[in-house]
């Protein structure tokens, strides 16, 4: 139900046939409009066998799939959003953008709807079962709504809200017999929730044509829950930086931790913060209703200190007065200049009597130190294969192996303006996000913007960086890094430019994240600081680089508007980077994988950087053609991720994974 990366569906996209252009001399108003009509019953007859094909391929009873805010995936081959039936009513049936008369339907004495449970905490899922009622038609709908704030009950609510999420009760696994089932994964939005039966009525006017058939309310049992756990890294390799979302105002958020899940005797208390729909920079980021921004709650911020190196903590998160989170765990940093201490997955590690509590960390002696990242660009919250699968095999990789850290180059949400799907996107990656840390960039879905440049958080000029040479629009809604800034809080450096540019250390790795959505032409804030950056690298203690932006600087997709971005990214950045010789660069805005030779110049050279775009991990996947370019080794438009293993001080491998089967589809090794 909101308008994310979830698919497109095409199950009502319809090309009718368009007669033969005759000469207007030959044709009279009579014969168009006999055509027209013919064509447009042609058109309806259609969409009607489209409608009918659909709810006959599903004849299984039930269906169960990941729940967004609270309902399950709109996958590719589902029917449109009620909102986009246009061809059936005058007046869109539920409109996002407009409330209707809605009215309480007579219902037949034989229906029944049921809730699993009347209450829920975050991530419950509830089972929504129904029966009986006359006519069962394709579009009769079960959405899911804010409760409203100003009563306590809600039976004489009979106004039309706008819905969160929503599933046809004849898609997907349910045949259109009048009965099924639903299984909602439920997340704490920190409000109550409704659950509404909405019955389609194709001879009711046109400010009826659906009518309520039932409502239950769903009330939250705990409101300030510890949700959305993220880890990230701090200037200083004894830190760790965690932060969440909860409810609480008026409460210090403290993290206790400590080597042992069941002694946590160390304590760090943090700050938290907020931010409002009035500090986006326009229209329709500052809307405030369900489909646009919906109040984020607090989030909390909290640095565990005086960690030692390369060694597992537990930790849990929350309120001294509670209520805490479950226990999860993370391995510290290396010392500087170093690589990690081999070190054993969760998995393998012993469990206690009960089979719940870790004992100990388990050094593995017999393993080579490496670093390990995960890194990826343009996931969003996509259905399988693309998002969902995406995290699932970091998970399965965080399990089963080694993984210090993972890269997410930017186009992080899509949100777009729609705050309810930040909130999904956390909820997707906090299962890895809470055992390594979740290093983000800045990409031109979370930033671009052509208005309120006043409320821009990175202070940019004007309404941004918008160059001759480039397609920048407001691929944000105007959201302007608002929700993006006050939910990551990356490495700080003196300039206070992150989240948007910043650097750090990590063992004897340095990387580098820029923004491509600021102005980074030479002679700029964000070149010069890069430069000094670079300068400033001491290669004896860290060998490598790597460097990360969105929008990439090779690339050999055919989109002429996007190439002139990279040819100007290659005029502002590239002299740079090969100067100080930066090991890879890694990039994402195209939604797909292409890997460049040691590029400069437009040429293969011996001493160039190799170039890696990973913008495969969710968005909807690119069908361009490619341009004959001799520096473009491998590519594909396939859903994935990518992972880095670093060997001491002397090699680097990279490997590109597809989703699907984790086979490795291309892969590398860097030497020194």
């Known amino acids: 139900g909101i308008n994310a990366e979830y698919g497109e569906n095409r199950a009502f996209k319809v090309t009718a046939a368009i007669a033969p252009r005759l000469t207007r001399e030959k044709m009279s108003i009579r014969s168009k409009a006999y055509r027209l009509s013919f064509y447009l019953f ?22 169960t799939g990941w729940s967004g805010i609270a309902s399950v995936w709109h996958c590719p ?14 007046v869109s049936p539920i409109s996002k953008s407009l409330r209707y008369r809605a009215r309480k339907s007579k219902r037949s004495d034989d229906f029944s709807f049921e809730l699993s449970s009347s209450t829920f905490s975050h991530g419950d899922t509830l089972v929504i079962k129904w029966q009986g009622g006359e006519n069962p038609h394709p579009r009769d709908f079960i959405g899911l709504y804010f409760a409203p704030e100003s009563r306590q009950t809600i039976e004489e609510d009979f106004e039309e809200f706008e819905y969160l999420d929503y599933s046809y009760t004849c898609s997907r696994n349910n045949s259109c017999e009048g009965a099924g089932n639903l299984h909602f994964r439920l997340l704490n ?17 046109d400010l009826h044509k659906y009518a309520l058939l039932s409502q239950q309310r769903l009330k939250l049992e705990q409101v300030d829950q510890p949700t959305q756990g993220h880890l990230s890294l701090t200037p200083l390799p004894n830190q760790i930086r965690l932060m969440w979302v909860s409810f609480s105002k008026n409460q210090y958020p403290v993290v206790y931790y400590g080597l042992s899940s069941t002694n946590l005797t160390r304590k760090s208390y943090g700050v938290s913060h907020t931010y409002t ?9 500052n809307q405030t209703s369900p489909s646009w921004f919906i109040d984020p709650g607090m989030m909390h911020d909290v640095v565990m200190t005086e960690l030692s190196f390369s060694t597992r903590y537990f930790y849990s998160f929350g309120f001294p007065s509670g209520p805490l989170s479950s226990v999860y765990s993370f391995v510290s940093p290396p010392a500087p200049g170093t690589l990690p201490k081999p070190w054993t997955p969760l998995s393998s590690i012993a469990l206690d009597d009960n089979q719940q509590e870790y004992k100990h960390q388990k050094l593995d ?9 995960l890194a990826y660009g343009d996931m969003g919250i996509s259905s399988a294969p693309g998002a969902v699968t995406t995290i699932e095999n970091v998970k399965l990789d965080i399990s089963s192996t080694q993984v210090d850290m993972i890269l997410h180059v930017g186009d992080i949400s899509y949100a777009r303006g729609q705050g309810a799907i930040w909130e999904t996107f956390f909820d997707l990656i906090e299962p890895a996000a809470t055992k390594v840390p979740y290093m983000v960039g800045i990409g031109n879905h979370e930033y671009d913007h052509t208005e309120g440049g006043q409320n821009d958080p990175s202070h940019a000029a004007g309404q941004g960086f918008h160059p001759s040479w480039g397609n920048y629009g407001n691929d944000s809604s105007n959201e302007c890094g608002v929700p993006f800034y006050h939910r990551f809080h990356m490495p700080d450096r ?3 430019s992150a989240p948007f540019w910043y ?10 994240v820029i923004s491509t959505e600021h102005d980074f032409t030479r002679g700029s804030a964000q070149y010069n600081w890069l430069s000094k950056d670079l300068h ?5 203690v860290t060998p490598w680089i790597i460097l990360t932006g969105h929008r990439p600087m090779y690339c050999s997709e055919n989109y002429p508007g996007d190439y002139q971005v990279a040819l100007g990214i290659q005029e502002g950045l590239e002299d740079l980077i090969f100067k100080y010789q930066v090991d890879l660069c890694l990039w994402g805005h195209y939604h797909s994988y292409e890997r460049t030779c040691k590029v400069y110049k437009d040429h293969c050279h011996d001493d160039g950087v190799v170039h890696v775009v990973i913008g495969m991990s969710g968005a909807s996947l690119d069908d361009a053609t490619y341009m004959n370019k001799e520096w473009s080794v491998y590519h594909d438009q396939v859903f994935g991720y990518s992972r880095i293993t670093i060997h001491g001080n002397k090699s680097l491998h990279f490997e590109y994974l597809h989703n699907i089967d984790r086979r490795v589809a291309d892969s590398f090794w860097l030497y020194k």
């Open 494 to 496: 003196p300039t206070d």
């Open 536 to 540: 400033s690298v001491d290669r004896q």
């Open 277 to 285: 729909s009035q500090m986006m920079c326009g229209s329709p980021a």
């Open 42 to 63: 042609l058109y309806f007859l259609l969409i009607t066998l489209l409608v009918d094909v659909e709810v006959k391929a599903h004849p299984s009873k039930e269906v």
């Open 77 to 90: 081959g589902e029917r449109q959003p009620p909102t986009q039936h246009t061809a059936f009513s005058k």
């Open 189 to 205: 939005l920190r409000r109550d929730l409704i659950v509404k039966f909405w019955k389609y009525q194709p001879t009711s006017s």
């Open 503 to 512: 650097s750090y250390n990590y063992g004897n790795l340095h990387v580098i």
């Open 365 to 373: 002696t017999s393993a080579d130190p490496v670093i390990r990242l």
